[in-house]
Structures are given as C-alpha cells and as structure tokens.
C-alpha cells in the first residue's frame, strides 16, 4: 500500500518567510510525529499526535514553530518567520498504534528546507 | 532525556564480509530499538526492531543483540551485498505519552564490490 507522503520534497525560502509543510501518514495509522534531521545527523523529535491530539511538543525548537493535524489524518509543520539554523530536512513518520509501548515508525521521504 | 550513541560513523567492508555497528543508551527505561536504513534523499527505513524482554532476534542477513545490563545493541549483517550501502541509524524508545524515537549519529556503511 501507499506509505507516508510528504510535499513538497524541496523548499526554499528567504529568511524571514512563513512555511508550511504536509504529511500525509499511512492510511488508518493513529501516531504521528515530525523530525528535524540536519545534515549528517540523526533525527530529533519535534511533536506527536494520537489522532487529532497534540499529545507531545516538547521538541519544537521555537515558537515559531507550529503543528496541527485537525482531522487526524493529514499534517501540517508551520515555520513562521523563518531563520538560516531552520535549514534542514523535515521527517514525518506514522505509526499504527499508540499506546503504553512504542510501536514501529515508517517514515516518509521528509521536506529538505533550505533557508537563504 | 535518552542519550544514544553510535559507532562507527563509517563503515568500509569488502562484498561478502560482515558488518556490525554498535549503539549505546542512557535511559534503563528505554525498552523499545529500532534500526533504521537511510538511502540518499530518502526517508528512514525500518530493517529490524528488538524489544528489551528478547535478547537476540534475527531476519535474514540481519541480526540485532541487545544486553540490558550493559545498556548496548548491535547490528550484525552477514554476506554484505553492495546495495547494502547506506546509513544505519539506531533509535532507542522509552514508553510513555508520546513513545518518540531519540537517535544515534549514524553510521555510514560502504560495501566495495
């Protein structure tokens, strides 16, 4: 089946500038989460749905960063005046459960953001 | 919060040979390790999980160890091929609300034909 889709694969933006993100998670998969991945490192955690609830955000770098995900399905990350340290590609993953125990995350493609 | 580490950063292994990439954790609470496969300008794929009550589980060419007292586990692929090549991430998880993944740096793995 079709797995975690995100768009647009690359952005360019001028600092200063308001982005926004989509994640389309799997069909029917109740977590989501976004990561921040810069060049040559591992992913970090950003923020978490259960469904349409923003159960975790304690990774959001600033708040000029915004998530929601008001159907539970379909997500969007908001970069709002956007700064050079923003540069970096966005991960979106989903899961199929939630729960007391962490489950398997698929990933999709991520968002490369370069901030000029 | 979790703190993973992971060695080495880079991988060069003759077609054939086998590959072990190593990972260590800080929270005794983490009880959930995924590894993962990144290709170039694509997302994370998950190649293998362990769970921390299963000391060993294997699936094909790919093994992964985890010792709990030492708070370290390890990827293991035997009869590396070149398409192997790639970077593996190790992600360990701890339960509660959220169930987020804190990463390792990868390691970059370059099989030589």
């Known amino acids: 089946g079709a797995g975690v889709s995100q768009s647009p694969r690359y952005k360019v933006a001028k600092r200063g500038q308001d982005v926004a993100l989509r994640c389309d998670p799997i069909?029917?998969?109740?977590?989501l989460f976004w990561y921040q991945q810069a060049l040559g490192q591992g992913p970090e955690f950003l923020t978490y749905f259960q469904n349409e609830a923003q159960l975790d955000k304690s990774g959001l770098p600033s708040d000029r960063f915004f998530a929601e995900r008001p159907e539970g399905s379909v997500s969007t990350l908001k970069i709002q005046r956007t700064q050079q340290e923003d540069s970096a590609v966005y991960l979106c993953?989903?899961?199929?459960?939630?729960?007391?125990?962490?489950?398997?995350?698929?990933f999709g493609p991520g968002t490369r953001l370069t901030v000029t | 919060g979790e703190n993973v580490e992971q060695h080495p950063s880079t991988l060069s292994v003759q077609e054939g040979d086998s590959a072990v990439i190593k990972c260590t954790y800080s929270d005794s609470a983490s009880n959930y390790f995924p590894w993962y496969k990144q290709e170039l300008g694509k997302g994370p794929q998950l190649i293998i999980d362990i769970r921390s009550n299963v000391g060993e589980k294997k699936d094909q060419r790919i093994a992964v160890t985890l010792n709990k007292t030492a708070k370290h586990f390890s990827l293991h692929i035997t009869e590396t091929q070149p398409e192997d090549s790639a970077v593996y991430f190790c992600?360990?998880?701890?339960?509660?609300?959220?169930?987020?993944?804190?990463f390792g740096t990868g390691t970059s793995l370059t099989v030589i034909p």
């Open positions: 992600a360990a998880s701890v339960s509660n609300t959220g169930n987020q993944f804190y």
């Open positions: 993953a989903s899961s199929p459960r939630a729960g007391e125990s962490p489950y398997e995350q698929y």
């Open positions: 069909s029917g998969h109740v977590s």
